[in-house]
Structure formats: structure tokens, C-alpha cells
């Protein structure tokens, strides 16, 4: 009875301790750092308004950054980084695309001025200086980025199912 | 059984293959001869024209052929290859069980057992019966091609037990090999099923991987035909309906093949222009109302899909649990069921070995399309992960980027600061000379 009792209290503290301390302990950042990260989509598109899909990952871990910001996520992601983050969902501050799109140069027109290479933000497009560029459509996460630094405008978008 | 040789008119051949479509080499309105390369790709196999003829058009998926009227099937002109799988790849053998995956890639690496495939076990697929009606031998010799070039010691031929008698006869021949009858059971024909049965293996991804080739009869056949008469594959065995059989050329309009959509055109009946067609067996085929185009290599089977065969309409799961001890992988389909768009759920359930056979089907008191169901999950499951694969990479890359373009900016500072010290260098110069000249002045 007395060997009851006393493991009884000793399961009760344990418990107790172990509950608190759950509690005050937050979860390692690096560790919900990487589950942030690989949460998000990876397309690197920078339409958060961060440089990417790790520094937007840094930033939701530290509290300054909502969670509805990443439209290729979609809706599903939100809800993905709400519960990670213990936050409250909120609908996407943008529009989702409709489907996942590559980037292509249209090889004819382009110059060769390594302006998109620059841009790319995942090393997905390769050619050299006066020389034609092509994107590896393989490595292209349709981030978009390498669009706008065009000068001769010779790059499209393309859905992916054509590729 | 009627097995008919068809003299096609036209041709459709399609150069979408297992994983890649191959580029075509030859242009509109040119004059082709019988077996000439049509297309290839060197992830794919090559394409060869059936018939001699003249191209009427070439797109990015489809080579059509206007067929001279005295044209015959003639061996392909290629000098064959000396390196055995090129040679494989070379003769366009592709698996004529109904995958058609490239047999190059299959027969890869170092195999200790060849199953040959005689299972034939969903209906209404009929192709290696008409087979062995015909030329008996060929699957044999193909047999015998592939075991000694790549040097496996072991054969076994698992036939289905309406098929033992004709290989027993044919024994005598290959005296160590063995014949195998399991007992009769739904989706035994199955590649991972099929081993289970043989040598109680329990097969992780691809057999040809852990030493086993199984391969069907048909794709020996084009194996021997290609090794003993130089004919490349052009033509497979085709069933259609219950009893008929044609060797018809890749690329025969499917119309050509089924003589009723020939009448439908005739009377022009719309009713019958809008039957379903039935691609393949009962369980594993697929169902499409665009008849017109051309046979390809993975069509084993052509049949309507009838009202009869149509399935009840199902009911809700009641949790009876008798699709779990037919099931040949040994898993749980209505738990399978239950989790259906669940994938972490399903991985752990063991998707993945699912052969889709519809053994759970055949049971189901509340006629679910189970197998139906897990053939859409493990193609969602598919997408997920090369989606995953895809995310995974692209982070690798990015972070390498940044890690380049952090080392190039510390360069740059770096650079600077060395630049710098040089202005010292100057500087300590032009003091020297200042004061050399202060010195000379006084």
C-alpha cells in the first residue's frame, strides 16, 4: 500500500515537472527552423517580400513575419505553418497561382547578357556572356525572378505539364 | 482461337514511350522502306517503320504512314549492335506484358534467376495463349538468349496450369530448367506476387534489382525474332474480345482491329461510336471513348466495356475486413480504404507494394472500387514526391548559390582592403620622395 502511495506521488511530480517544463521549454529553434523551411514551397520567389524561402523561414521562427504570405504555398501551407507556429491561419495575402509554371528563353532573341543568371536564384539557367542562355527545366521552380531583369523580354512562362 | 495477320492501310505510330518520346528522323512525303528507323532516343528505344510506305505526316507524338498495298514486315536495317543490352535497345524490345518499360534497363546488372512469365491470369487478355498456338518455341528460345547472355544459372517457367502441359512437352529441351505451377490466384501473374509465390522472397522495389528477371512471353518472342531473324519490334500479338487474336504492326488504327467500330462507321451509329473501349485486362486496364489512334506496344488487349461488366454501385465501407486475408501483399485494404487521402497514413500502411490487382475488389460485399482508389492514391502519392524531390533540390541549390554569393562578397571586401594597402604603399613612396626632395633643397 505504502510502495503504491509513494510511486503514485512520484509519478504525479515526474508528471507534473515534465508537463512545466514542456511548457517553458520552447522547441529547439534550429530544429522548427528546418520543419519551417521544408514546409515551404522552395520556389524561392521572393513574393513573401524576403530573399527567399530560408530568410522567410528565419523570419516566421522570430515572430516577424505572418503567415499568409507565400502564394505558391497556397492555403495548404498556411495551414501547414499556422500549426507549426502555433499561430492562427489567415487567408493568403495573395492570390495562389493556378498551376506550377518553368521559365523559357526563347533562345532566338536572347542577347546573352547574364542578366537572368544573376537573377536565378537556384543556378537553373545556364550560357555565358554573348553567348545564348537556356533554363535547365529540370532545376526551374517558376519563381519568375529572372522575368523582369530581361532587356529583350525573351523570357515566357510556361505550365509545367508542357515542359 | 483465331490468330489473323492484318494488312494495315495506314499507320499511327506513336513515339511516346515509357519515359520519353523519341524524335522522329524522317520528314513528311518521304518514301520508307520496311524496317527503317523512323525515330529514337537514346533514353528510349528506336522506332521502325512496320510496312514500307510513304510518311503522310510527322508531329512531335505521331508518324503517320500511308502503307504500300504489297508492303510485308522485313527485318530492320540496322547492323546489329556487338554489346548485348545495346543490342537489346537496338531491336526496340520493350516489355509486351503492358508496361512496355524499355527491356535494356530492365535486364541491367547481374541476375541470378530468370522467371519467365506464363500467368496470363486477368481477363479477357488472351495474347500469350494465341502465342502458343503459333510459335510455341519462340518464348523458349528467347529464354534461352537472355540466360546466356547474361549468364544466369537458374530458369524457371511459371505457367499457369492450362499452360503446363505445352511447356512440359517443350522440357526436354532445357532439361535443368524448372516449370512452376502456383496455385490459380487473383493477381499471381503479378511480378512481386509471382516471386512470393516461388521462393517465398519478399521484394523491396524492383526485382531486377535484387537479382530476379521476370519476364512475359511476348517480349521473349520479339526477343528471339529479333536475335534469329533480325525483326526488330514492330508488331505484337493483340487480343480482342474473348476469342480473336491479331499479329498486327504498331501503329494499326485500334478501328482496324475491332470490326464492330468498322460497322459503326459504315452505318454511321452513333450509339456505337460512343462504346467505351477497355485497353488491357479486367483489373489493369484502362477505359477510353478516343478509338482512333494506333495499336502501341502496350496494348495487350482490346475489349468493349459492356453494361455486364460494369461495376454495382458501391456502398459505404462496412468494416467486414474480408479483403484482408485475399489480399496477396498481405495488407489491409479496408484500412487502405479508411485512410485513402491520407499519404503519410497509407506510406505506413504499405501502399507501395500495392499491385493494384483488385483482389479486395472481387470480395467487397459494398462493391468500393478498391483497387481503383489505390491506383489514384499511389498516383497522388507519385506526384507528392517528386514534388518533394523537386522542393529538396531547389533548396540545395539556393543555399549553395547563397553560400557562393557570400564568399564572393567577402572576396570583394577583401579585394578592397588589399587595394588599400597598395594606397599605403603609394603613399609611403611619395613621402619618401617628398622628404628625399626636402633633404636635396637644404
Known amino acids: ?163 | 482461337m483465331l490468330v489473323t495477320t492484318r494488312q494495315p492501310t495506314q499507320l499511327h505510330i506513336a513515339l511516346q514511350q515509357y519515359a520519353t518520346r523519341a524524335l522522329p528522323q524522317v520528314q513528311a512525303h518521304q518514301h520508307i522502306a520496311s524496317g527503317q528507323c523512323l525515330a529514337d532516343h537514346p533514353n528510349g528505344v528506336p522506332v521502325y517503320a512496320p510496312r514500307a510506305g510513304r510518311v503522310r505526316s510527322v508531329s512531335a507524338q505521331c508518324i503517320t504512314i500511308d502503307v504500300d498495298t504489297d508492303s510485308h514486315e522485313a527485318p530492320a536495317l540496322v547492323e546489329p549492335h556487338d554489346h548485348f543490352l545495346e543490342r537489346v535497345r537496338q531491336g526496340a524490345m520493350v516489355g509486351l506484358g503492358g508496361a512496355a518499360f524499355p527491356a535494356h534497363h530492365k535486364w541491367r546488372g547481374t541476375p541470378h534467376t530468370l522467371v519467365i512469365n506464363a500467368m496470363e491470369c486477368e481477363a479477357p487478355i488472351h495474347c500469350d495463349r494465341a502465342l502458343l498456338s503459333i510459335r510455341p518455341d519462340s518464348p523458349l528460345r528467347g529464354g534461352e538468349i537472355l540466360a546466356e547472355a547474361l549468364g544466369i544459372a537458374r530458369c524457371v517457367i511459371a505457367a499457369k496450369a492450362d499452360f503446363a502441359p505445352i511447356f512440359q512437352s517443350m522440357l526436354p529441351r532445357v532439361p535443368s530448367w524448372e516449370l512452376f505451377t502456383p496455385a490459380p490466384h487473383r493477381g499471381i501473374g503479378a511480378e512481386r506476387t509471382l516471386l512470393r509465390a516461388l521462393d517465398g522472397a519478399t521484394l523491396h522495389g524492383p526485382a531486377s534489382e535484387q537479382g530476379y528477371i521476370v519476364a512475359n512471353l511476348g517480349t521473349l518472342d520479339a526477343l528471339a525474332r529479333w536475335w534469329d531473324h533480325g525483326f526488330a519490334l514492330t508488331h505484337r500479338l493483340v487480343s480482342v474480345g474473348n476469342e480473336q487474336a491479331y499479329w498486327a504492326a504498331l501503329g494499326t488504327p485500334l478501328p482496324d482491329l475491332l470490326p464492330d467500330t468498322q460497322d459503326a462507321q459504315n452505318t454511321e451509329n452513333a450509339a456505337a461510336h460512343s462504346r467505351t473501349l477497355r485497353v488491357g485486362g479486367l483489373l489493369s486496364g484502362t477505359l477510353s471513348t478516343e478509338h482512333h489512334r494506333g495499336l502501341q506496344a502496350q496494348d495487350n488487349s482490346l475489349s468493349w466495356d459492356d453494361a455486364s461488366t460494369a461495376p454495382l454501385p458501391a456502398e459505404p465501407c462496412i468494416r467486414c475486413a474480408r479483403c484482408a486475408p485475399v489480399c496477396p501483399e498481405g495488407l489491409l485494404p479496408q484500412q487502405l480504404h479508411w485512410y485513402q487521402h491520407q499519404s503519410e497514413a497509407l506510406v505506413a500502411l504499405g501502399i507501395d507494394a500495392c499491385t493494384t490487382c483488385g483482389a479486395c475488389d472481387s470480395v467487397c460485399p459494398s462493391h468500393i472500387p478498391l483497387a481503383a482508389q489505390f491506383m489514384r492514391a499511389k498516383k497522388t502519392l507519385r506526384t507528392q514526391r517528386s514534388i518533394d524531390a523537386m522542393a529538396e533540390r531547389a533548396q540545395a541549390r539556393f543555399a549553395v548559390r547563397n553560400a557562393r554569393q557570400t564568399r564572393r562578397a567577402e572576396q570583394a571586401v577583401e579585394r578592397r582592403a588589399q587595394h588599400r594597402q597598395g594606397d599605403k604603399r603609394q603613399d609611403a613612396i611619395a613621402a619618401a620622395l617628398a622628404k628625399r626632395r626636402q633633404r636635396k633643397a637644404s
Open chain 1, 1 to 163: 500500500m505504502a510502495a503504491a502511495l509513494a510511486l503514485a506521488a512520484l509519478m504525479a511530480v515526474a508528471g507534473t515537472v515534465l508537463a512545466l517544463l514542456a511548457r517553458r521549454w520552447p522547441e529547439d529553434t534550429q530544429t522548427l527552423l528546418a520543419r519551417v523551411d521544408a514546409a515551404l514551397p522552395q520556389t524561392q520567389c521572393a513574393q513573401c517580400g524576403f530573399p527567399g524561402c530560408r530568410p522567410y523561414a528565419e523570419a516566421l521562427v522570430q515572430g516577424d513575419a505572418a503567415v499568409n504570405l507565400c502564394p505558391p504555398g497556397g492555403e495548404a501551407t498556411v495551414q501547414v505553418l499556422a500549426e507549426l507556429l502555433g499561430v492562427a491561419a489567415q487567408p493568403l495575402a495573395q492570390c495562389a497561382p493556378t498551376e506550377p509554371m518553368k521559365a523559357l528563353i526563347i533562345e532566338a532573341d536572347c542577347i546573352g547578357c547574364t542578366l537572368c543568371i544573376l537573377a536565378c536564384p537556384v543556378d537553373a539557367i545556364m550560357g555565358a556572356t554573348k553567348h545564348m542562355h537556356t533554363v535547365l527545366l529540370d532545376e526551374c521552380t517558376g519563381c519568375e525572378l529572372c522575368i523582369a531583369p530581361c532587356p529583350v523580354d525573351c523570357i515566357e512562362l510556361v505550365p509545367a505539364r508542357l515542359c
